[in-house]
């Protein structure tokens, strides 16, 4: 079955000198991080041409190696594989397949500077059926050297899914200031032969001076016109006339447009290049004379207009709007200084360099607590903040519970329980959308007071999803240079969320593997090692005697009397007893002992590196601690209580095998049971 998302990759025209996007992927930076995403989620990356050559691999798959190795014709390996990676050329988003040996795959197509790889993930089994069914074909050709000893996590196609769209968004972000980088530089290469660029950078000292030049600029290429150029007077805030040229100059010249005016408003939402409308609109008052029509140019700079180049009652052609674009465009990165293009190159390696470090610093960790620390950390350097919070919603409780904090507020403590109903966080997790507010005062959704101990007034909250879940939410505030978050913060630690869930979902399943390991060979009334482990556990102190001459013993021991006290007081009060004679043996025995229950009211002790004069003096003492408990628990109103009986065999002394064992301290536990009770009997 193959599923199919939308992945946008991106797909940009480029000229002959491009860069190679084979040679960037593959870069050491780039591989180094398909080796942590690697051992993260544990998939094996590959990569391959748009003709399907093989590029780059960070390790063959264990589970590959073995199908390739048998040469099954039913699992037509490596087509079975070929074929989905030409159904990822054609998609535009990522798809998740089963090769013929039912491991799943994720592959999609990336495309940059006009060309395009193929990248696959290789992992392990989706689902139970196609474990079984691997292990079918394992058998018929003979394949016993299996290249796993331990359960494995079954995590369906979605998770693979998740995988290759993190891997994605990742890439993306990577070789997003590449292309930058190289979109600049065709822009330059196409803007220099038109225009001095040492003049203009001369200009740039004198923004004054600069201005004239962009107005006379433009009448160069337009001819003669009406033109105005606006700057933003911080002052008044309103943008008004410093230069304007043509018919209509001297209308122009006294002429304000506010900060609050919906045009403006309207052009600082879309972030539009150009903006064509309706002159009445600038100047309801008719402030603009017989002006009709009116093209705004704004000039950003970081993330405010600095000023509009304004042109007036003239119909342009596309080609005429490119033109001017383009040039103001390039006027834009001359206002924002030479190291303006120099932090294209120095942003693209943060980016790299602190998604590196985040990988190789939350791949290893399986602790979830030094996870959620790790990750905070982490996204508070990633964006240069120095408060923030991680939040995991507790689903039995529905509570949202503080896992990670830093900064210098006391108001959200770690480990704090909050009612997910309440807050901001409540409704991010609810939404499963991210929020981005860059005034908490002047917020629509939120007008709030600036909260106390926090330096700005600008914050994000990010969800944390697992698959389609929200799981938590990460909190970050207060940027170390004071500014407010912006759209670039968000898509960064967006991305980087992404790759942290995964982590975090390891680690969850982790632990989930860990407390069903322990479920798997415990007793779940007396917490004790059940009969399965504790048979285990002899197979392994024969081993270790065979290996280090070192002899071990055996304790069965059965309570008298249960029975008759189970009559009188039911099984409720019987599973108490059970409970404080475990808890009692257990508080006796030394730390390289072990306890397990057998059965019933039967439980048995493993005596490691013990020689039989020492277990019987450990069987006394136990016994004695035993029966003191158990004398707190009377049977009936008779004389009668209970006390324990106890066999006892050394290995190799008395027995030579793990059945032995079991036979002969169950023989010497009925003669001590035999005898009245409340005894040891050995050999």
Do not use: W
């Not at 099954?72 to 990676?85: A, L, Q, T, V, Y």
């Not at 799943?104 to 990336?110: A, D, G």
């Not at 390696?349 to 985040?358: A, C, T």
């Not at 505030?477 to 975090?504: Q, V």
């Amino acid at each position: 079955m193959v599923k199919n998302n939308s992945l946008s990759i991106g797909t940009q025209d480029r000229d002959a000198k491009c860069p190679d996007l084979s040679r960037i992927i593959t870069s050491k930076e780039i591989r180094d991080l398909f080796d942590n995403f690697s051992k993260t989620t544990s998939f094996t990356i590959h990569l391959f041409t748009h003709d399907l050559c093989h590029i780059f691999s960070t390790d063959e798959h264990p589970l590959c190696s073995l199908v390739r190795s048998s040469l099954h014709e039913e699992i037509d390996c490596p087509n079975s594989c070929m074929r989905p990676m030409e159904d990822a050329l054609k998609g535009a988003g990522p798809i998740t397949f089963k090769c013929g040996a039912r491991i799943i795959n994720f592959s999609f197509r990336l495309t940059r500077f006009g060309q395009s790889v193929i990248i696959t993930g290789r992992g392990g089994f989706a689902e139970y059926e196609d474990l079984i069914e691997f292990l079918r074909i394992c058998k018929d050709r003979g394949l016993t050297d299996l290249p796993f000893n331990k359960p494995l996590n079954l995590r369906g196609e979605g998770y693979a899914l998740d995988v290759a769209t993190s891997l994605g968004h990742s890439l993306n972000c990577i070789l997003e200031g590449f292309e930058e980088r190289d979109e600049l530089r065709v822009k330059l290469k196409r803007l220099t032969s038109l225009l001095d660029q040492n003049t203009i950078e001369a200009l740039s000292k004198n923004k004054e001076l600069m201005y004239v030049y962009i107005l006379d600029t433009i009448e160069f290429i337009l001819g003669h016109t009406s033109t105005a150029m606006m700057v933003l007077d911080r002052a008044t805030l309103t943008y008004k006339t410093l230069y304007s040229t043509g018919r209509h100059k001297d209308i122009l010249k006294g002429f304000r447009l506010d900060t609050q005016n919906p045009v403006i408003k309207e052009i600082l939402k879309s972030r539009s290049s150009v903006y064509p409308v309706d002159s009445s609109r600038l100047a309801p008052d008719g402030g603009l004379g017989d002006i009709e029509s009116t093209y705004i140019f704004p000039i950003y700079i970081a993330n405010d207009i600095e000023g509009f180049i304004c042109i007036f009652n003239r119909r342009l052609s596309t080609e005429e709007i490119r033109i001017i674009k383009a040039f103001r465009d390039y006027i834009q990165v001359t206002l924002e200084n030479q190291g303006l293009r120099l932090s294209i190159n120095k942003k693209t390696d943060e980016i790299l360099s602190s998604l590196l470090d985040i990988s190789k610093a939350i791949a290893p960790l399986l602790d979830t607590e030094h996870l959620f620390q790790t990750i905070l950390d982490k996204s508070l350097q990633l964006l240069n903040a120095e408060q923030g919070s991680l939040i995991i919603l507790d689903h039995n409780t529905s509570e949202l519970l503080v896992e990670a904090r830093k900064g210098v507020t006391d108001a959200v403590r770690a480990k704090t329980r909050l009612k997910k109903e309440e807050g901001i966080m409540g409704k991010v997790i609810e939404s499963g959308r991210p929020l981005l507010v860059e005034d908490i005062e002047r917020h629509p959704l939120l007008r709030h007071p600036n909260r106390p101990h926090y330096k700005t007034k600008s914050f994000i909250s990010m969800p944390i999803k697992i698959e389609d879940r929200v799981e938590g939410v990460i909190n970050i505030t207060d940027k170390a240079d004071g500014h407010a978050f912006n759209e670039y913060d968000l898509k960064l630690l967006e991305s980087f969320t992404t790759s942290a869930a995964i982590a975090i979902q390891r680690s969850l399943f982790y632990k989930q593997t860990e407390s069903l390991k322990e479920l798997s060979i415990t007793d779940p009334l007396t917490g004790l090692y059940n009969r399965r482990h504790i048979n285990d556990r002899l197979k392994e102190e024969i081993t270790r005697f065979k290996r280090y001459n070192h002899p071990f013993s055996f304790l069965m021991i059965d309570i008298d009397n249960f029975k008759a006290y189970n009559d009188t007081h039911g099984h409720i009060k019987g599973d108490q007893v059970l409970k404080a004679l475990a808890d009692t043996i257990a508080n006796s025995l030394r730390t390289i002992d072990i306890a397990g229950r057998f059965g019933g009211d039967e439980f048995v002790v493993i005596l490691s590196q013990t020689p039989k004069v020492d277990a019987i003096s450990i069987a006394n003492r136990i016994k004695e601690r035993v029966n003191a408990r158990l004398g707190t628990f009377h049977v009936d109103d008779s004389s009668k209580r209970m006390t324990i009986s106890m066999g006892l065999t050394t290995f190799p002394d008395d027995t030579s095998s793990i059945e032995e064992v079991l036979q002969k301290t169950d023989e010497m536990l009925y003669i001590a049971k035999k005898g009245g009770g409340n005894r040891i009997s050995h050999l």
